[in-house]
Nanobody, 125 residues
Framework: QVQLVESGGALVQAGGSMGLSCAAS????????MGWYRQAPGKQRELVTT???????SYADSVKGRFTIHRDNAKNTVFLQMNSLKPEDTAVYYC???????????????????WGRGTQVTVSS
């Protein structure tokens, strides 16, 4: 069973910084892209940032220059460093990864989308 577990959400004042981490565990054959999404109250889930296995990153315009994503492939972990936080960054942050699990007699080895349960980030003004 493959799972993603996030940690690091909290309450922070505007202008502050916070780091999130997400570790993948289970019977993993390989991990492709990893990233973070967020969902604010009353809004749709939106893409924040992604990182490929080779380290190529992409960011939503709203977080460019403030957020940084990186990953530790040896530990199957992705990190999100958030600086200069704004109240509009308040949301539940979800870790996402495209993971190929080890094959079993009932399940072939194919890439699937996996999501963490989410962690709350609240930025006060």
């Amino acid at each position: 069973q493959v799972q993603l577990v996030e940690s690091g959400g909290a309450l922070v004042q505007a202008g502050g910084s916070m780091g999130l981490s997400c570790a993948a565990s289970g019977s993993i054959f390989s991990i492709n892209v990893m990233g973070w999404y967020r969902q604010a109250p009353g809004k749709q889930r939106e893409l924040v940032t992604t990182i490929t296995t080779s380290g190529t990153t992409s960011y939503a315009d709203s977080v460019k220059g403030r957020f940084t994503i990186h990953r530790d492939n040896a530990k199957n972990t992705v990190f999100l460093q958030m600086n200069s936080l704004k109240p509009e960054d308040t949301a539940v942050y979800y870790c996402h990864a495209v993971i190929t699990a080890e094959a079993t007699p009932l399940a072939p080895r194919i890439p699937r989308n996996y999501w963490g349960r989410g962690t709350q980030v609240t930025v006060s003004s």
